[in-house]
């Protein structure tokens, strides 16, 4: 794990922030620690740290691959006798007298004695099947990723996260260039009844994302450098 280090530029922040890592050796967390703004370059040196505070910063940050984080799960399931059916949509569930489940497939019908709803951006509409409206709606959220930039392909190390909770921005190594997030300050549902089923990755437009991305500070001398494309999930 690369560590990860929440940016203060703003004296209220720099207070929160302090306040928080007592939180964390309160309760036994001894791998989050206060740095200086010359350290966060050291952890992350594509960071502009002008005007910046301080920060709080755990060796314990890091990110997953979703796509390989899945397989893994799949390939322990299987050690443990597990089957794995791809393509095959559930439409039904059904309770049964037992007290267990007939799921009903594009393929057949499955009878099981529990069923785990795991169906993270379509989770809505298979609680339904169940008699459950479950309190979730997806939410728009957009990155940029940019092309390799010549100082994140210098280092011999993965440079650590940076939040910058005043920019409104995360970021992150993508292979030898960067993935940029932002919170978006004015948050859109987005099909509140649940994601088409046939629902992939689609990009989103440059200035619904730039909108957002421009009140980055301590990010905002590469990103004139480098070139970035828009995508959202």
Same mark, same amino acid.
């Given at each position: 794990m690369p560590g990860g280090v929440i940016i203060a530029s703003d004296p209220a922040r720099w207070e929160w922030l302090k306040s928080a890592w007592a939180?964390?050796?309160?309760?036994?967390? =001894?791998? /989050?620690? &206060?740095?200086?703004?010359?350290?966060? @370059?050291?952890?992350?040196?594509?960071?502009?740290?002008?005007g910046v505070l301080g920060g709080l910063y755990d060796t314990n940050e890091g990110h997953l691959d979703p796509y390989g984080t899945t397989h893994a799960y799949v390939g322990a399931a299987r050690k443990r006798g597990a089957d794995l059916i791809?393509?095959?949509?559930?439409?039904?569930? @059904?309770? !049964?007298?037992?007290?267990?489940?007939?799921?009903?497939?594009?393929?057949?019908?499955?009878?099981? =004695?529990?069923?785990?709803?795991?169906?993270?951006?379509? /989770?809505?509409?298979?609680?339904?099947?169940?008699?459950?409206?479950? #309190?979730?709606?997806?939410?728009?959220?957009?990155? &940029?990723?940019? =092309?390799d930039i010549a100082e994140i392909a210098a280092l011999d190390r993965e440079v650590g996260i940076a939040v910058d909770l005043e920019g409104f921005t995360y970021l !992150?190594?993508?292979?030898?260039?960067?993935?940029?997030?932002?919170?978006? !300050?004015? #948050?859109?549902?987005?099909?509140?009844?649940?994601?088409?089923?046939?629902?992939?990755?689609?990009? /989103?437009?440059?200035?619904?994302?730039? /909108?957002?991305?421009?009140?980055?500070i301590h990010a905002a001398g590469w990103l004139k450098a480098a070139s970035a494309s828009p995508s959202s999930n």
């Open positions: 939180v964390f050796q309160s309760v036994g967390i =001894e791998t /989050a620690r &206060l740095v200086t703004p010359e350290e966060i @370059k050291q952890i992350c040196p594509i960071v502009d740290v002008t791809l393509r095959n949509r559930v439409v039904e569930l @059904k309770p !049964r007298p037992d007290g267990g489940w007939n799921v009903v497939t594009e393929k057949g019908t499955i009878v099981a =004695e529990h069923v785990v709803n795991a169906g993270g951006l379509w /989770a809505k509409q298979l609680g339904r099947m169940a008699g459950v409206d479950l #309190p979730v709606t997806p939410m728009e959220h957009h990155y &940029l990723v940019t =092309e !992150r190594q993508e292979r030898n260039g960067l993935l940029l997030g932002v919170y978006e !300050r004015n #948050p859109k549902h987005w099909n509140m009844d649940g994601a088409p089923w046939d629902y992939g990755m689609q990009f /989103a437009l440059w200035g619904s994302v730039l /909108a957002d991305a421009t009140v980055c």
